[in-house]
């Protein structure tokens, strides 16, 4: 085995997997993705008024593939090279594409909209931080993903967060019912983030494609045979575009942070995007919870910083490894094996030799290893 001295810094190991394959680091992608999914909640909010919960759900997904389709087609008329693609989805990766797409393209969206139809925008929007507890507990005690203390401490804190967030001041109690359809859209997410890691080094473009087609589809179906109006108009048109970006867009720069942070901290950036989606209800709805807003708040902007500042370096050793991603060999995982040196991404079937090294890293495509 060969040692590496090198690569002693973050954002060097932040970009170790994809190199420069992407313009802006994985937490530049994983913020603006939170944003965007952010927003959804207080423009769905809006949408409740003129579609009913379970169409609605459809609505975002459809809007999602349909975004994504128009995307497609203006990169191949640009001439965009298949050399620059990540490698498309084969047989092996529909389990884990059809399980994302059960419990985050169906059950999660329809709980999350019914759940918004009972409680607030300015809560079910920073109840949307519990998505990333829910991913962490998977990711460590399923696919054995590595959690210190300060990760247990921000994801204890962000959970009582939203127990203060569920509070009605206004009723003065509870809203069982809300709370819980939200929880369960944020654990059906949790299972989805983690089952999109397993194949989230192939095209995030048709990931995020298949699961806006086949679960759009399948939602308005349900919704047909339940005898729901869908009424043609400027509702349904906005419904599609909030999906387009909120659910489109935001999904395939979720599945690319994936691939370079995994589902752990993937999971817990993403929690800023509650907060734009908490700052737009107050703006757009004028909603306001009181005095337990500011705790709540405060709890998770906490957590949030917590897990940000975690950092993870040990000696560790990565066994000879063959598989398919996009790349460069810009970084120390790119280095060996290859012929000639390329910056420019690129996607072929590769061998990665046993390494053995230290630098600051976390569990992306090359650090699954056991701690």
Known sequence: MKALAGASTDSGSANAQSGTAFKGGPLVLI???????GLSVPFSKILLDDVSAVPLAGLLYLGAFVGLLVYSVARRSLGSHADNKPPALDRNDIPWLAGATISGGIIAPVSLMLGLSHISGFSTSLLLNLEGVATAVIAVLVFKENAGKKLWFALLIMTAAGVLLGWNTVEGGFDVVGIGLIGL???SWGIDNNLTRMICTKDSVQIAQAKGLVAGAAILAAAAVMGEDLTLGFSLVLALIVGALSYGASLVLFIRSLERLGSLRTGAFFSLGPFVGAGV???LLGEWLGWVMLPGAALMALGVWLIAAERHDHYHTHEEINHDHLHDHCDDHHLNGHFGTFHEPHS????????AHNHVHRPDSHHRHNH
């Open 185 to 187: 859209a944020m654990v």
């Open 281 to 283: 209800s107050m703006v």
């Open 348 to 355: 072929h079937e590769h061998v990665h030799s046993a390494t």
């Open 31 to 37: 913020v603006l993705s939170a944003c965007l999914f």
